[in-house]
């Protein structure tokens, strides 16, 4: 079975704070991949990353960085300097085995605020 | 272009009423997918289709039917609803279906209210 849990249900930042998010993952499977989605309040789903699990390389993209550790089994984001379009819905999900879908996480609201 | 366009964006039907919601994709995907997500909760998927084909039904309710006519559109054809239907219906598309890695694009929903 897999499981993705996001534990920080709501965070509440001010503009430029650094904020991380956490996200812990269970899988039994050696071949798996992670992603994070963001959800603004427009509805949709915005794809952010994806790590496989034979790729602990930490990822910077601008201001989002990531922190993969199979050792904790966790797969954070970091967010440097928030800025208030940084206010969404962030859910982390996992996808493994034969499955062909992905298990989201509960997802965690993030609101910055000025 | 990569957008997956839903229509409408919000509906509110009753229960004995028919409504379909559509979706458009022209990313040259080959995997079409309908999620629901009920508020402040994540998305559950519902439906694959890969290759105009449907592939995986997650034990949805008779009452919701999908619908692939080409590799472009996706329909979900709504009848006989529940109250407890209402629900952010997602769209998504990924190039592929089968693949851990196949990174989905999501339409902006559209917001159903069962009355």
């Known amino acids: 079975a897999q499981k993705v849990t996001q534990a920080q249900t709501e965070i509440s930042v001010v503009e430029k704070e650094d904020v991380t998010l956490d996200c812990v993952y269970e899988t039994r499977d050696t071949t798996y991949y992670l992603f994070w989605y963001k959800q603004p309040p427009s509805g949709e789903l915005v794809f952010l990353i994806r790590r496989n699990s034979f790729d602990e390389q930490n990822e910077i993209s601008g201001r989002y960085s990531w922190n993969f550790q199979k050792s904790t089994s966790s797969f954070n984001f970091t967010i440097t300097a928030s800025q208030v379009v940084d206010s969404a819905v962030y859910f982390c999900?996992?996808?493994?085995?034969?499955?062909?879908?992905?298990?989201f996480g509960t997802g965690t609201r993030l609101q910055v605020t000025l | 272009d990569t957008e997956v366009t839903q229509t409408p964006k919000h509906l509110v039907m009753g229960m004995t009423n028919k409504k379909s919601l559509k979706c458009e994709q022209h990313?040259?995907?080959?995997?079409m997918y309908w999620y629901k997500q009920k508020a402040k909760k994540p998305p559950e998927l519902m439906f694959v289709?890969?290759?105009?084909?449907?592939?995986i039904n997650e034990s949805v309710p008779s009452r919701f039917s999908p619908e692939c006519p080409n590799s472009s559109l996706l329909n979900l054809h709504l009848h006989a609803l529940q109250p407890e239907d209402s629900a952010l219906y997602l769209c998504?598309?990924?190039?592929?279906?089968?693949?851990?890695?196949?990174?989905?694009?999501f339409g902006s929903g559209t917001q159903l209210s069962v009355l």
């Open positions: 998504a598309s990924s190039q592929e279906e089968v693949g851990l890695e196949e990174k989905l694009f």
């Open positions: 999900a996992l996808s493994s085995g034969t499955a062909s879908k992905l298990t």
């Open positions: 289709y890969s290759y105009e084909k449907l592939s």
């Open positions: 990313m040259g995907h080959r995997a």
